[in-house]
């Protein structure tokens, strides 16, 4: 038979074979090396700056693989996988980084010595299915029925999650923030329902949860000074109308003889405006919301009624609104009645920071509240949100997770402990898979250690007496520089958190593990050459073969 010949564009980079699983797996290690030192409770923080000169400063996994510039199309798997694991269970998204980079880091040596990758990819997916398995066996399941032990299992968990923020220090207080948030939502928990608005100024302890709804002060017109800005028992009209005189249309024609046609037109659109306001007014609502501008003439024509006013309110604010203050949102005034209108106990205007901010409290169908963050610098503010959100998160899935298991790397011994065991019952290559594989889930300990500080190799031998001798729980206790019993020191996470963490990692490594040739086309000298404007590189992976 006649030799295969593959037509490639001139100039095209081709790289297969065993150095380009080998630089693959290089490229990882260093996207590991870049989040490695964030991990837990005494991780540092990365300050990143992006090419318009903006600084975030953030140890959270996601957030940073998102702003990393990353060029290597395999270790974009990495980031992919922190994304995955942000928006499944909102933490972790550091773990599970680790994870792959060192699953990757402990099958290169049999790489080298040319151990085929498929039954690399065989052993990891069978040692990933069983430690699966083995953390549903040994999760601890929680009670939901009593309410008291529920919340005391979320504020443990969200203790957890924000011990290795920026905010440990105020964890407690911000627990029960998060918990509080969390139970005030209906029993689908949607995310949008809780409102975070970030107030420059004060001390992250001046932070306050809204039962409700609050938002900052919209766009004003004239007359504003002049509205009440406290209300008790109030229904609230909330609208998608203009309040404002309109201009005519760029295309619309009116034709008149006189004068006095021309002021019937302009008395025309004047009582088409007050008709408008009559029927708000007479509708008996003193807080008049509306996601179009309200105009000058509206404006102080509510507050010459004791009425108040905003205009121009975001779409999202405006829903939590209705959501927690009942009503509908009008597109029209002539129909507006009290099934129609909201109502809450308590509205005020009030000053936080610099910033002025309507409250809406004491809701009657509060499924939504506002976290109003204080602090000082931006970008402190911005990690506290970005915290907040990690526990947020983690409370969510514990309250649909009826199972926890206890952190501080405690769960990854007890794997590695459980896989080690179980590598020395087969025969083969896949003892020693399964060995390596063991090896790597001590990484997350191990780095617990090298972040605080610690003589890693002491407590990981610690550990692994411990585990030996049946203590499940046992993991790095970053106080005391020992380890403990953390399921008593109640450092809880939900089990989701670690199988989402594993599954995403160990598919990670097997992706990369498969790929044995990159084939990248040169950049194109005329942009319309072969493609859209900025199509012109483009990138395979995959296992090329001969057509």
């Not at 790489?111 to 990758?117: A, C, F, L, N, S």
């Not at 430690?131 to 969200?158: F, G, Q």
């Amino acid at each position: 038979m006649q030799a295969p010949i593959i037509l490639l564009k001139e100039g095209t980079d081709t790289s297969q074979g065993r150095p380009q699983l080998i630089g693959n797996i290089n490229a990882c290690q260093a996207i590991v090396d870049a989040v490695r030192t964030t991990l837990g409770p005494r991780g540092m923080d990365k300050l990143i700056v992006d090419g318009q000169g903006k600084a975030t400063i953030s140890n959270d996994g996601a957030t940073i693989m998102n702003l990393l510039d990353v060029v290597h199309p395999a270790a974009k798997t990495l980031v992919d996988i922190a994304k995955s694991q942000d928006s499944e269970v909102g933490d972790g998204t550091t773990s599970v980084v680790l994870l792959a980079g060192d699953f990757l880091k402990q099958c290169k040596p049999f790489i080298d010595e040319g151990v085929h990758p498929q039954v690399i990819v065989k052993a990891f997916r069978k040692a990933t299915h069983l430690i699966v398995n083995r953390i549903k066996e040994i999760a601890v399941p929680v009670k939901k029925d009593d309410p008291n032990e529920l919340r005391e299992l979320l504020l443990k968990c969200a203790s957890t999650a924000l011990s290795s923020k920026l905010v440990a220090r105020q964890k407690n207080f911000f627990s029960k923030m998060v918990v509080d948030a969390v139970m005030a939502l209906d029993v689908l928990l949607p995310l949008n329902m809780i409102g975070m608005k970030k107030v420059q100024g004060g001390g992250l302890e001046d932070s306050q949860l809204i039962s409700g709804v609050a938002f900052k002060k919209t766009f004003s017109y004239a007359g504003f000074e002049m509205q009440p800005k406290a209300y008790k028992n109030l229904k609230i009209a909330l609208l998608n109308i203009e309040l404002e005189l309109k201009a005519e249309k760029d295309n619309a024609e009116i034709r008149l003889d006189n004068v006095s046609e021309y002021q019937a037109v302009v008395d025309a659109e004047w009582k088409i405006l007050y008709d408008k306001l009559d029927k708000i007014h007479q509708s008996g609502a003193k807080v008049v919301l509306s996601k179009l501008p309200i105009g000058d003439v509206a404006t102080q024509y509510f507050a010459d009624r004791d009425m108040f006013c905003a205009g121009r309110v975001d779409d999202q604010d405006l829903k939590r609104t209705m959501h927690a203050c009942g009503g509908s949102i009008q597109t029209t005034v002539s129909n507006i009645n009290d099934e129609v209108l909201g109502m809450c106990e308590e509205f005020e205007e009030i000053q936080i920071g610099g910033e002025r901010y309507n409250l809406f409290r004491g809701c009657p169908k509060a499924k939504t509240c506002t976290i109003i963050l204080r602090g000082g610098a931006e970008q402190f503010i911005e990690e506290t949100e970005r915290s907040l959100h990690d526990a947020i998160m983690i409370v969510r899935r514990a309250i649909k997770n009826d199972s926890i298991v206890a952190g501080g790397g405690a769960i990854e011994m007890e794997l590695s402990k459980y896989l080690r065991d179980h590598s020395r019952t087969i025969p083969g290559k896949e003892q020693l898979l399964m060995g390596a594989m063991a090896k790597a889930l001590e990484i997350i300990p191990h780095q617990l250690c090298d972040n605080a500080g610690f003589d890693a190799t002491n407590i990981l031998n610690k550990l692994r007496q411990k585990h030996a001798l049946g203590g499940t729980w046992y993991g790095v206790d970053i106080n005391s520089e020992d380890i403990a019993d953390n399921l008593v020191a109640c450092v809880w996470e939900p089990s989701v958190v670690k199988i989402n963490a594993l599954t995403a990692a160990s598919e990670a490594a097997c992706l990369i593990l498969s790929v044995d040739e990159t084939i990248q086309n040169p950049r194109s000298n005329n942009p319309t050459e072969g493609g859209a404007p900025g199509m012109g590189r483009g990138r395979g992976r995959g296992r090329g073969r001969p057509m």
